[in-house]
């Protein structure tokens, strides 16, 4: 998925050509995986699915950006999934845009600031 932006940015034919030392087959089971998707797809949100799926999500507040950070409610590369949590940023949203101070949900604030307190200035970021 990287790649996607990097090959193929003007009209003249352009390739890829990805080169695996033998080494590296017999030892990364995942590189190989990540090579088969590449083979099998040029869809980039494809490739970037089964990225997320083996090394994992990152942290939705923070910087990490893969692995497994405490969040396992849902798993990213199910639609569903995603579906539910937009709609749950929906309703945070809503609820912000009433109440941004959380006057209302003093149990609430007071969980995310436990929780979240130290890395919530990163959530301007992106």
């Not at 352009?14 to 030392?21: D, G, I, M, Q």
């Not at 590369?77 to 003093?106: C, G, K, N, T, V």
């Amino acid at each position: 998925h990287q790649l996607r932006g990097r090959v193929g940015r003007s009209d003249r034919p352009s390739r890829c050509y990805l080169v695996v030392p033998d080494h590296l087959k017999r030892k990364d089971a995942d590189a190989i995986k990540r090579l088969k998707v590449l083979l099998k797809t040029t869809d980039g949100f494809k490739v970037a699915e089964m990225d997320m799926k083996l090394r994992g999500p990152g942290e939705l507040l923070g910087i990490s950006q893969s692995g497994y950070f405490g969040f396992n409610v849902a798993n990213l590369a199910r639609s569903y999934d995603r579906e539910i949590l937009h709609r749950a940023r929906e309703d945070a949203l809503e609820l912000l845009e009433e109440d941004p101070q959380l006057a209302s949900y003093p149990d609430l604030k007071e969980m995310l600031m436990y929780r979240y307190g130290n890395r919530l200035d990163l959530s301007s970021v992106a």
